[in-house]
């Protein structure tokens, strides 16, 4: 078993910063990749960022220049520096991540999620 749990978030004013982590915890043999997805009420849940066990980053083309994701290999921790925080931001921000559990088996999985609003 697999648990994903995120610390951080919360509110913010404009133009203000956050920074969230996940960390992931029990059978883990090898982590492929961790990132960070959002879903605002009534919107389908979105990337924000993703990073690989090779360092290999991928950000939305909405967070670019803003937002930085980083990872403790490890500590089998995932990071997120938010900077500039818009209220288009706010959202419900899960972390994901795929693990082998195995050497032959691995899955998705999710955290609970963490609330970031942007307001003033």
């Known amino acids: 078993q697999v648990q994903l749990v995120e610390s951080g978030g919360g509110l913010v004013q404009p133009g203000g910063s956050l920074a969230l982590s996940c960390a992931a915890s029990?059978?883990?043999?090898?982590?492929?990749?961790m990132g960070w997805y959002r879903q605002a009420p009534e919107n389908e849940r979105e990337l924000v960022a993703t990073?690989?066990?090779?360092?290999?980053?991928n950000y939305a083309d909405s967070v670019k220049g803003r937002f930085t994701i980083s990872r403790d290999n490890p500590a089998n921790t995932v990071y997120l520096q938010m900077n500039n925080l818009k209220p288009e931001d706010t959202a419900v921000y899960y972390c994901?991540?795929?693990?082998?559990?195995?050497?032959?088996?691995?899955?998705?999985?999710w955290g609970r999620g963490t609330q970031v609003t942007v307001s003033s």
């Open positions: 994901n991540a795929y693990i082998y559990t195995h050497s032959d088996q691995w899955n998705s999985y």
């Open positions: 029990g059978t883990i043999f090898r982590i492929i990749s």
């Open positions: 990073i690989n066990s090779g360092g290999g980053i």
